[in-house]
């Protein structure tokens, strides 16, 4: 069986490791490689989107990231306990008439022993920005290590 470490039970450390490798993950917008963090059933909640498993999950990445160009997210920590890790998070993006849009929410992800996750719910919602109140302003890709994040940031 294939393994994602860091593995639970989660500490702190651990956690928060968690959740960078999955804000990279997201940020390099590669369907093949997001999907890889999953279980082949994992099962989602997205909006109004119910993806089970990796095709419908990388399905749902293509049309996401299709939509929601000049995509930038951050993630942070909220809570985890056990297998368990909350997160919030924030993104920016635009859409092909050039409208800023931030998008926040929040997650609940549970993970299987190899360190997969089996479950994902998000919360989202979406506010229209101007150019001029975007904030994450780095090249397309990982976040900087040095650029702000959420709590810094006041988001």
Do not use: C
């Amino acid at each position: 069986m294939e393994t994602k470490p860091p593995l639970p039970p989660f500490t702190a450390e651990t956690a928060a490791h968690k959740v960078r490798m999955a804000e990279d993950a997201w940020n390099s917008r590669d369907p093949d490689r997001v999907v890889q963090v999953y279980t082949e059933d994992s099962r989602w909640r997205n909006r109004a989107e119910f993806p089970v498993g990796r095709q419908q999950i990388k399905e749902f990445l293509q049309r996401k990231w299709a939509k929601e160009l000049d995509y930038r997210l951050i993630k942070e920590l909220w809570a985890f306990s056990d297998n368990r890790i909350a997160v919030r998070f924030a993104y920016e993006w635009r859409d092909d008439a050039g409208n800023w849009f931030r998008s926040y929410g929040n997650e609940n992800w549970e993970f299987n022993e190899f360190g997969l996750m089996q479950r994902r719910f998000a919360s989202i919602n979406d506010l229209p920005i101007k150019d001029s109140e975007r904030l994450f302003h780095w090249t397309l890709g990982r976040r900087p290590d040095d650029h702000a994040g959420l709590t810094e940031l006041g988001l």
